[in-house]
């Protein structure tokens, strides 16, 4: 769990020079492109060791390429090398709040070191996991928004912070109901589930083992790594744990994922710091860099870090399920697409998070892989948080 050691991992964090072909991201093209007014986020997922994961996120409509690494702490039995998936995903939601109220500043004159964007995410998980009725549930955030400024008045700050929260992706995402569709192909045949479907054909029915590249480079021009492991929580003797351990099969727990974001005038370029990771004490923290909802040169736009996050925490609830019916499974890749509004959007369609999952089965066995299927879906944080109206309390100083 050593900082070297992670952040010797994290090296393989970075832009992808170019688009990623093969595997599972060619499958991608015979899917359907995204209805009128939404642009679609692409993502392809693969397991590394015990907890770690892989993910390439793809954006055509700002040409970001990106690959992420994902772990989990020592209470899931991961090694703690790389972030979590919800820290990802709280890291995106702050990227995306404070390059609104950056930039609403800056019409008053404010600087964008005036400004700073914390996020609290709370998640609660119930029930058992072999008797299928573990859920996992995302619950209202709270946003504090920082404006070091006597330019406008306490009023001013707190209708410029509503209106950026709300003119935002982060807003979008946590106040619309997305539709969830899944598919599952185990060992080259189509799965049926008791859940939406994604009906279109695809080119890949097996994938290798080594569909993505792991070749990037974890340090950008500016010389800041895109991600790292930079610290510990320190000891609160004020804090009361939820529930035992994230491996038990009967869970009764809430978890807080924090993230604190500020504009890094160090490297420019409309670029941020995040600090972001769960909110309990001795809970690694990671720094993050990230740009606004519409992208900057040098580091992840907010949406590309919450597409991370949406894929790795659906990943991590697939091998949960698998360790607790005692039957890992090794083989495995998924595709992601979520459709999120152009500017300008009416908003009035409905929004898609599809999920395609590929399992490569020692034994096929279909009853299993739908099992496996349904009990990451009903566990994800994520695809609860995006199928839940939220409201989120937002405090300014």
Known sequence: MGFSDANKFLEQTGPLADPPSGGLLDACTALDGPPSGFERVWAAFEPMEVMQKRGQILRPQTGEAWQFLCDEGAALGGTDWAPPPLAYFAAGLASSILGAVVEKAAAHGIPSSAVSVAVDNHYSLRGSILAGTMEGLGQNPDVSVGINS???????????????????????????????????????????????HWDQEIKASALPIAALDASRSGVGASGAAYVAK?????????????????????????????????????????????DSG???????????????????????????????????????????????????????RMIQAIDIPLPGSDGSQTPVIGTKLFLNLSEPDADFAGDLANSARRTCFLHSTLQANLRSKIVVT
Do not use: W
């Open 278 to 332: 769960i909110g309990r004490p001795g809970a690694a923290i990671y720094q993050f860099l990230g740009a606004p909802d519409a992208g900057a040169v040098g580091a992840p736009s907010s949406a590309c870090l919450i597409a991370a996050g949406i894929g790795f925490c659906f990943m991590t609830q697939l091998g949960r399920y698998a360790e607790a019916k005692k039957r890992p499974v090794h083989d495995y």
């Open 230 to 274: 930079m610290s510990l929580r320190p000891d609160d003797p004020s804090f009361i744990a939820s529930g035992g351990s994230g491996v038990d099969l009967v869970q009764n727990r809430s978890t807080v994922v924090s993230a604190a974001a500020t504009a890094a005038d160090t490297l420019g370029n409309g670029i941020f710091t995040v």
């Open 150 to 196: 006597d330019a406008l008045s306490a009023q001013e700050k707190s209708s410029l912070a509503l209106e950026a929260v709300s003119s935002v992706l982060a807003g979008y995402l946590m106040k619309s109901v997305f539709t969830s569709a899944f598919n599952v192909i185990a060992n080259g045949k189509q799965i049926a589930l008791d859940l939406t």
